[in-house]
């Protein structure tokens, strides 16, 4: 069973920094891209930012580059997300999802339950 186990979100105010943890299990973690995809109130969920494990390629969100930084442990199975210089427009619920290089958001299947970041202005 693919498991999905986000931490490390809650409040922070602007210009803070946060680092979201998802715990993997239930599949073999350097087959696949592993990534953050958030989604604010009243708007869609949109990627944020992936990694590709076999060959640790990267791509971020325009909205985060040069704030935001993923990385992987392959020994533990775990991705994080660095998120430096919060911003308001940050607030989000944030999402864990495996394969989160599919050309399409709604072919992604496998999601954490999801965890909240909120950034004070």
């Known amino acids: 069973e693919v498991q999905l186990v986000e931490s490390g979100g809650g409040l922070v105010e602007t210009g803070g920094s946060l680092r979201l943890s998802c715990a993997t299990s239930g599949f073999t973690f350097a087959d696949y891209s592993i990534g953050w995809l958030r989604q604010a109130p009243g708007k869609e969920r949109e990627r944020v930012s992936c990694i590709t494990n076999h060959d640790g390629y990267t791509s971020y969100a325009d909205s985060v580059k040069g704030r935001f930084t993923i990385s992987s442990d392959n020994a533990k199975n775990t991705v994080y997300l660095q998120m430096n210089s919060l911003k308001p427009e940050d607030t989000a619920v944030y999402y864990c999802?495996?394969?989160?290089?599919?050309?399409?958001?709604?072919?992604?299947?496998?999601w954490g339950r999801g965890i909240l970041v909120t950034v004070s202005s």
């Open positions: 999802a495996v394969d989160c290089s599919s050309p399409l958001i709604e072919g992604i299947d496998y």
